[in-house]
């Protein structure tokens, strides 16, 4: 399936309360660990749609459910980064929340505790398909695929996509969930979108396979597109098979690697959106992540945006 430039992007996910916590060198286990704390707003789902928008992305809406102890700030942080927020709030969850422990050493490495909180509630009673009313393209955060209720959603959300041709992208989030649901499991979920935009680790997960290239190369057997990002080694491309394209990295002071896969496939999909190739996107979805990575948090800058931040040329 294929779509034109120009529409909405929806983006189904997560909406997470981050705590971002700096601390240079190891943790000192059993005492205290000096780090520079701060409160932002993230998840995979609302950091995409906020890249997108931040890309060139003119309608971006967000569908994801909050509990009602953050719903109005991370209604207000949607809508400064230009994204429509589409909130469901839970009455009885709270909103997710994420400790992100981000090591300030060369590579910015983070870990993660994360309480999913009411984003995992999102279910098939959330879902409409007047959602896809304008939508030109439909993006899953891999998320949803690890509870029951938002697996069914997914379903919803597919079957309403493919009646109306909506092209549908899908990442899969996170590797340690994603042991836990298995390969097997994901794939055949996965089996319905059209483009998967794993990282490397994901894909190799995915596949066994202990090379990326290998991997991408396998994934794209069963996705019609798949791009996989390496962090400071750029993107893979692939499709029916075989890897068609390797994009570079661009080179970037690490922060904070918090987010660099959501802004990469804000980008990308962005850049889909306004009519680009694959090759083309993904060169997009990397500058975007050099920019997310010099930065603290998931998110880009309010206002403004990427084409102005780093030259872009049509």
Known sequence: MTAGPG????????????????HR??????????ASIRRVPGGAGANVACWAAYSGCGDVRLLGRVGADAAHWHARELEAHGVRPLLVVDAEAPTGTVICLVDTGAAAERTFLADSGASLRLGPGDWSDALLDGVARLHLSGYLLFSAASRALVAHALAGAHARG???SLDPASEGFLAGLGPERFLRLAGAVDVLLPSGGEACLLTGRPDAAQAAAELSRHVPLVVVTQGAQGALVARSGVVCARVPAVRAVARDSTGAGDAFTGAFLAALLAGAGPEDAAARGCRAGAMAVARVGGRPPAGGGLREAVGWAE
């Open 166 to 168: 909506v092209p549908v």
């Open 25 to 34: 060198g190891p943790l000192a286990v059993g005492t205290d660990t000096a």
């Open 7 to 22: 529409g909405a992007l929806l983006v189904v996910g997560d909406v997470i309360t981050d705590m971002v916590a700096r």
